[in-house]
């Protein structure tokens, strides 16, 4: 009954921004690149299967699989077949769709072409909410289960453990033979919310202001915050010596920050050693040096309290 799971629901129209930008002052790279938004209705980043199982005698139909198969067709039909570079990217379960698909996308390109991904906060992490109890994982359990998602994960994850298991990034980045880049808030507020902090393990709303806004929690509050930080910090240790991959890991309570342009590349912009998330992506996509940015904890850069999006 919403956009986000019917296409009757979509706006006729979508701005382009940030990644997605025609504009050299706001998308310095990429700007003049061939641009498509995949819309999504889903609800498992393109991974669910025609037909599954449901309680041995239910069968439910899903399509998130077959969706992203029939767009890549058509976009190669359309000329994409003949590109010289290419970058998938996408934010939160689009990030997720990023890096499950990054692969498919690589292998159906030119064996010439330079194919990269960008995967926007998707860095989902399997923690245990503030109460102890494991809410994503018990969430990606069901999606998984409901959909039939373990076809479409990394079969040398799902080889080795629970398939539901294979849809963290941290268990199946390494299977990725194509080259990611993350970009990433160390404070992630949608995990923050709900990971973290769901309303169910908030019932006396101790948490209610500062899980809406970073600015508003007290000194414990915030001690279990960096201790989200670090345990993204040690999720992402493997993939930092990745020879290929980039990174942009700051420090700002947000979430998507690709495809806003005051995210991406604006005056305000959040930046590490200067950079922002467009010039960093930018260097790493056409190998001018390489980018593992990792910003300090909060509060130390000063560029994140520009951003507003709680």
């Known amino acids: 009954m919403t956009k986000l799971g019917s296409s009757n629901y979509f706006e006729k129209e979508v ?3 940030g990644v997605l930008s ?3 002052s706001q998308n310095p790279e990429f700007f003049n690149w061939n641009k498509v938004a995949v819309r999504y209705c889903d ?3 393109f991974a669910g299967h025609p037909e599954a199982e449901f309680k041995n005698e239910t069968r439910l139909f899903f399509r998130g699989q077959l969706i992203w198969e029939s767009i890549i067709d058509e976009l190669l039909s359309m000329g994409m077949s003949d590109a010289k570079r290419a970058i998938l990217t996408g934010c939160s379960a689009g990030g997720l769709a990023t890096l499950i698909h990054c692969d498919y996308f690589r292998d159906h390109l030119p064996k010439d072409a330079a194919v990269k991904c960008v995967s926007d906060g998707c860095f989902f992490l399997n923690v245990p909410d ?3 109890k494991p809410t994503m994982r018990s969430f990606y359990h069901d999606v998984v289960n409901l959909q039939g998602v373990g076809k479409s994960l990394d079969q040398k994850c799902v080889a080795k453990m629970e398939p539901s298991m294979c849809m963290f990034p941290h268990e199946f980045l390494k299977y990725i033979k194509t080259p990611v880049f993350l970009v990433n808030p160390a404070y992630d ?3 923050i919310q709900n990971v973290l902090l769901p309303t169910s393990a908030d019932q006396d709303k101790s948490w209610a202001k500062c899980r809406l806004n970073i600015k508003d ?3 414990a509050q ?3 915050l960096q201790g989200f930080r670090s345990s993204l910090m040690d999720a992402i240790g493997e993939f930092h010596q990745n020879k290929d991959g ?3 890991i700051n420090s700002c309570y947000t979430h998507c920050q690709t495809v806003m342009s005051v995210t991406w590349h604006s005056p305000t912009s959040t930046r590490i050693e200067n950079k922002t998330i467009a010039e960093s992506v930018g260097d790493w996509y056409f190998n001018r040096t390489p980018v593992k940015l990792i910003d300090c904890p909060y509060p130390c850069n000063p560029s994140c309290y520009n951003l507003n999006f709680t």
Do not use: E
Request: aromatic share 16%; charged share 10%; proline share 4%.
């Open 15 to 17: 701005a382009f921004q």
């Open 22 to 24: 025609s504009d050299p």
């Open 43 to 45: 609800g498992a980043s």
């Open 130 to 132: 503030v109460l102890g």
């Open 189 to 191: 507020f949608w995990q």
């Open 217 to 219: 929690c007290d000194a």
């Open 222 to 224: 915030m001690k279990v």
């Open 246 to 248: 980039g990174m942009f």
